[in-house]
């Protein structure tokens, strides 16, 4: 076996309107329906612009084959997770139109500049935007 890519991240969340609106507000991201049988109610996925299913949003009802405690703002061992993004000033003016606190990081040596701001959930993301 061998790794091809990161495939998706899932959030769980009490509010997935909120949770949907930001994604799509701060990182462009579309939603379109999750597969039968989940309902609106129950999921929202989210696609990149490359029509990947990046992020799984789903309700606290949800029906998990693998559950743990998701309190919101535990994520285990987990620290962040990463997007790579493109449009590094825009990214800012939608933080700021947010008031999302945020916190930014600049890696000369490879050409990389990165933005960290948390979702509703507690969930921390790094913006990554290499030569942009």
């Given at each position: 076996?061998?790794?091809?890519?990161?495939?998706?991240?899932?959030?769980?969340?009490?509010?997935?309107?909120?949770?949907?609106?930001?994604?799509?507000?701060?990182?462009r991201l579309e939603t379109r329906p999750a597969p039968p049988p989940l309902t609106r109610d129950l999921a929202r996925w989210m696609y990149d612009t490359g029509g990947r299913a990046v992020l799984h949003l789903n309700s606290l009802a949800m029906p998990r084959l693998f559950d743990r405690d998701m309190a919101p703002g535990a994520t285990g061992a987990l620290h962040h997770v990463a997007f790579r993004c493109a449009g590094y000033d825009d990214t800012l003016e939608r933080i700021a139109a947010m008031a999302l606190e945020h916190r930014r990081n600049d890696v000369a040596a490879i050409d990389l500049r990165q933005i960290f701001v948390a979702d509703p959930d507690g969930v921390l993301l790094e913006l990554n935007f290499f030569g942009d």
């Open positions: 076996m061998t790794v091809e890519s990161l495939d998706h991240i899932n959030i769980v969340t009490a509010d997935l309107d909120r949770a949907e609106d930001f994604y799509r507000n701060l990182l």
